[in-house]
């Protein structure tokens, strides 16, 4: 494909785009589901689950509303209570849904190459209020996930984690999903799988899995009887039928991905005030964003002046995570530790998220590098 | 359309079906949807939002995942604390919505003709903890809107209704939705409207709308910092293109359930043991369900009797609401005040609910009524 240079240009390119079918991938599906009438929590759920199981070799896997519902039901399954250990630098959600179960949010450190939960920090964070540490894998890039099972273990924590962002990751040679003792997904749009709206409670303990099919669904037994106060957490069938597709074209996409990634990364690795995550070497990366740290001093302008300078170059960007949790305005008077926090606070003051998603082309990579070369002085 | 009377007396008819578009009445938007890359709360959401508050001629609607999410967010919006007044007879979202939002539900009585919140008793219920009345138009008949409005500004109590059956339905000729301090709407297949999942809130309170609008994507602000803490609540733009066709049907659609329901009760009144519920005579009820209450003494066998015989003969039934919030399980602990409630515990022993949807014909409905009557005795 050969676009003009004028048109490349003038083309705004988005930060993210979602990986979706045609339609004629899923018109007959979706006349399926409109015929029957059965349009929501049905046989494509059913079938979406059981794809999720065996692409990730964990026993259970239940559909769920969004990644947020999935960690609210994971977190009350597992019947947490007092103060969880999360880490500052995460998406705002995986402290709301514990805090919408009652529990307190106890924010740690992140490990300044990796952006993932300080393991040290967690250790010093456990007190006999502690019941669980809930780590994230951010931006898919797993955590030292055998070392946070070893701590857990030790000290008899529950161990739960948002995956939200690692779906197709593996640690060890094993695919994130059924570590800990449950894991949680997202499949909103900007996530590697979608299903335009949804989430997933991976584990392979029953009762847990039970549990949470139970809550999403109001906690309502089979004679109508709630034995708990659950949720209304369904994913419709349209969902799913997105999913399955998805899911599908899934290793292909992240193959992709990888190409794009590395590319992204040899035409910004010279570049003086750049650097990158460092990816767990234990890891296969699904990754889900692309993100580079601006030091000012060696870049010449700081970070919020890269994302103006592309705005103005049509270039989609995001301060992703900014502000970290422990500066959020809904947390200021809960949880403030920002002191405590340098590395979370020197990520999230410097980081810049760049247009990342599978269908980008690698002339909109080099366009966006250029502007961004030709920034530093 | 002739139908041999074996192929219909073969068939089994559900207690509910969702009125759904054909492929070809919304393949183009879905075409779209899957084109932008936008799927989710995006221009279908919108223009969905937009046509709903003209329909029931209200300031302001937002769309969201569910009815209890519309519940939740409702009461978090209007920042409802301690006690709320709930009728027992309804479905248990209405107070497990207010359970997520640390409110306790108190249990009052449904009078025993409209299945309504007998408004003497949510009087006796008032305390100087008690924020609010949440009443439930049980489904789709009105509650004595005006009496509850007026005994909630004298009490200075916040006034929310759990409309979730009862979209369509008007009260003194004005529809339900600007009522109160705000009204929540249930999407889901069973629903008058439906939208495969989903919910609303309407209200006539800029603050309240813009309240839910912020909480129902993580109290996230346009600059990304949480102002508080909500939740993942959007709907999706396949839910909100169900919904704009739906809607623009609903008027055709509520005056064949008007006719259907008119149809239903000939063929039972005279029936010895059966009696119905008792539509408020200040409302056009859209009507939600058909449902009659069984007198044994009169009719010779009880409701769960009734129920295996229709059954045997392939027709569904719901005993709705059984049990009442007040015997659940969940609340078994919490709240009980069983011989405090006769009524609901009167209806719900006795009520059941036949089939009942747009798409239900008569000669199903004749078939349903025979079996019925031949089983009196």
Redesign the interface.
């Given at each position: 494909m050969v676009e003009s240079s004028k048109t490349e240009k003038d083309k705004f390119i988005p930060i993210a785009?979602?990986d979706?079918?045609?339609?004629g991938d899923i018109?007959e599906d979706?006349?399926t589901i409109?015929k029957s009438?059965m349009?929501?929590n049905y046989e494509f759920v059913r079938r979406f689950e059981k794809k999720i199981a065996e692409f990730l070799n964990v026993k259970y896997a239940a559909c769920v509303?969004?990644?947020?519902?999935a960690l609210m039901l994971a977190a009350k399954a597992l019947d947490l209570k007092g103060e969880v250990i999360v880490p500052s630098f995460t998406f705002?959600?995986t402290?709301?849904a514990l805090?919408?179960c009652?529990l307190k949010p106890i924010f740690v450190d992140a490990e300044r190459d990796t952006f993932n939960i300080d393991i040290e920090k967690v250790k010093e964070a456990i007190t006999p209020r502690t019941s669980a540490i809930v780590p994230v894998h951010v931006f898919g890039n797993p955590c030292k996930i055998d070392e946070l099972e070893k701590l857990s273990k030790e000290n008899n924590l529950k161990l739960l984690f948002d995956s939200a962002h690692a779906f197709g990751t593996s640690f060890n040679g094993k695919k994130v999903g059924g570590f800990g003792d449950a894991e949680i997904f997202s499949l909103?749009?900007t996530k590697v799988l979608?299903a335009?709206?949804g989430g997933v409670v991976t584990t392979n303990n029953r009762e847990t899995y039970e549990q949470v099919v139970l809550d999403r669904e109001?906690?309502?037994?089979p004679n109508?009887?709630?034995?708990?106060?659950?949720?209304?957490?369904?994913m419709?069938?349209?969902?799913a039928i997105?999913g399955i597709h998805n899911l599908a074209k899934l290793d292909e996409n992240i193959k992709r991905r990888k190409k794009l990634y590395d590319f992204y990364k040899s035409e910004l690795e010279d570049v003086k005030g750049i650097s990158f995550q460092k990816i767990n070497s234990s890891a296969h990366c699904s990754i889900k964003d692309f993100a580079i740290i601006i030091d000012k001093n060696l870049f010449g302008i700081d970070r919020d002046e890269l994302a103006e300078a592309l705005t103005e170059e049509k270039i989609g960007w995001r301060?992703?995570?900014?502000?970290p949790l422990h500066?959020?305005?809904?947390?200021g008077n809960m949880n403030n530790r920002g002191d405590a926090l340098p590395n979370t606070n020197f990520i999230s003051d410097n980081i810049l998220n760049l247009p990342f998603f599978t269908a980008l082309k690698t002339n909109d990579i080099v366009r966006i590098c250029n502007v961004i070369k030709k920034l530093q002085h």
């Amino acid at each position: 494909m050969v676009e003009s240079s004028k048109t490349e240009k003038d083309k705004f390119i988005p930060i993210a785009r979602p990986d979706l079918p045609d339609m004629g991938d899923i018109k007959e599906d979706i006349e399926t589901i409109l015929k029957s009438g059965m349009i929501t929590n049905y046989e494509f759920v059913r079938r979406f689950e059981k794809k999720i199981a065996e692409f990730l070799n964990v026993k259970y896997a239940a559909c769920v509303s969004s990644g947020t519902s999935a960690l609210m039901l994971a977190a009350k399954a597992l019947d947490l209570k007092g103060e969880v250990i999360v880490p500052s630098f995460t998406f705002s959600a995986t402290a709301h849904a514990l805090v919408w179960c009652g529990l307190k949010p106890i924010f740690v450190d992140a490990e300044r190459d990796t952006f993932n939960i300080d393991i040290e920090k967690v250790k010093e964070a456990i007190t006999p209020r502690t019941s669980a540490i809930v780590p994230v894998h951010v931006f898919g890039n797993p955590c030292k996930i055998d070392e946070l099972e070893k701590l857990s273990k030790e000290n008899n924590l529950k161990l739960l984690f948002d995956s939200a962002h690692a779906f197709g990751t593996s640690f060890n040679g094993k695919k994130v999903g059924g570590f800990g003792d449950a894991e949680i997904f997202s499949l909103t749009p900007t996530k590697v799988l979608t299903a335009a709206e949804g989430g997933v409670v991976t584990t392979n303990n029953r009762e847990t899995y039970e549990q949470v099919v139970l809550d999403r669904e109001y906690g309502k037994q089979p004679n109508y009887d709630c034995k708990t106060i659950g949720i209304s957490a369904r994913m419709g069938e349209f969902n799913a039928i997105l999913g399955i597709h998805n899911l599908a074209k899934l290793d292909e996409n992240i193959k992709r991905r990888k190409k794009l990634y590395d590319f992204y990364k040899s035409e910004l690795e010279d570049v003086k005030g750049i650097s990158f995550q460092k990816i767990n070497s234990s890891a296969h990366c699904s990754i889900k964003d692309f993100a580079i740290i601006i030091d000012k001093n060696l870049f010449g302008i700081d970070r919020d002046e890269l994302a103006e300078a592309l705005t103005e170059e049509k270039i989609g960007w995001r301060k992703y995570f900014y502000p970290p949790l422990h500066r959020e305005t809904a947390y200021g008077n809960m949880n403030n530790r920002g002191d405590a926090l340098p590395n979370t606070n020197f990520i999230s003051d410097n980081i810049l998220n760049l247009p990342f998603f599978t269908a980008l082309k690698t002339n909109d990579i080099v366009r966006i590098c250029n502007v961004i070369k030709k920034l530093q002085h």
